[in-house]
């Protein structure tokens, strides 16, 4: 069969037309005026009378890490430099959010990463070895967790390599060092590892990332961003999903507060049995770990064991799932909502509701 070379030719345009489009939303994220990753223009705030607005630009935990800094150069598509102060990071899930005061910024479109099928097209654009709006190509292999046995790599330039140095990668202790100041505007980076993706969804792709890719988004063919490029492994690229950047974006938005049930819970996986036998449509569980002297929890009689399968009639299936559910009911205005909540729970295979009141305590790691 003939190749249609008119096909191929609107194909490269479009391409290429998506790359262009995409390049208008991704900064480099600088230190010293070298390029230590990407980031994406995720939303622009209406404008002042100057013409500028505040933006949200969303990179990884580890590229912020790496930089040890509270403030930031980025580095725009229209060749200029604006300052971008951190202003919230999740090293589960290797988000930061920085804020930037500028005019002229444009916000990506952004998709619906659960609606990714296997074998979709996307593009990934960032500034691998300091090549500014370098762009690959390839298709969704995967939207799942990663293979523990993978050891994953962070797309950041090593800080001891030189930028030349084709490869060069930071291992991922390295650039999940705590290098924050204490009294910064948000959690710890915590350490990364090739656990830690074994346990969230990703978006894997067989896209070709390099140093400088980190924070970079992965878009579908209609140039929406469905992820922000984060680890390479196995041949693969792997991305933080949109979805988990719009939770990320919606718990920054609440409060610095979190509602505190004074649990250590664990994600747990379901057996085939287990789910006929307790009849639970659902593949995980939280499970309490721990309860915590003197807390909510222990008070309404919490003990661990026991299964959390929902809050207010709300299922939840995983800790990151019962975390914002308790913390999606808040009021605004700087001040958490307290209300009772019921909690359904599994304990010994009985199932129980039982009533209590979170209390509301400052960047609570626990739920």
Known sequence: ??????????????VARLAGQLRTSVVQVRVDRRGIGSGVIWRVETPDAEGAADATIITNAHVVGAGRSENFALKLAD???VTGKVIAVDPEHDLAALNVHASGLQAAPIGDSSALRLGE?????????????AVTTGVVAAH?????DIQLEPTIPGQQSAPSTPGATETPEASHAEAHPENGPRRG??????????RIDLVQADVRLYPGNSG??????????IGVNAMIGGGLAFAIPSRTVQHFLEDVQSSD???????????????EGQR????LNQDTVTMVMGVEAGSPAEAAGIIPGDLLLAVDGLRVQTVEQLVRTLNRSRTTGGQAAAPARTLSVLRGGERLDVALTPVARPEAEAA
């Open 144 to 148: 799942a967790p990663a293979d523990p």
């Open 121 to 133: 097209f996307v593009i990934a654009v960032g500034n691998p070895f300091g090549r500014e709006g």
């Open 79 to 81: 060749g200029r430099e």
């Open 276 to 279: 006929q036998r307790f009849a």
């Open 216 to 225: 970079g988004p992965l878009a579908d063919a209609h140039g929406r961003v």
């Open 1 to 14: 069969m003939a190749i249609d070379s008119i096909t191929l030719s609107a194909l490269s345009d479009g």
């Open 257 to 271: 507060e979190r509602l505190y049930l004074g649990v250590q819970a664990l994600t747990v996986p379901l057996t």
């Open 189 to 198: 980076y915590g350490r990364g590892g090739r656990n830690q993706f074994s």
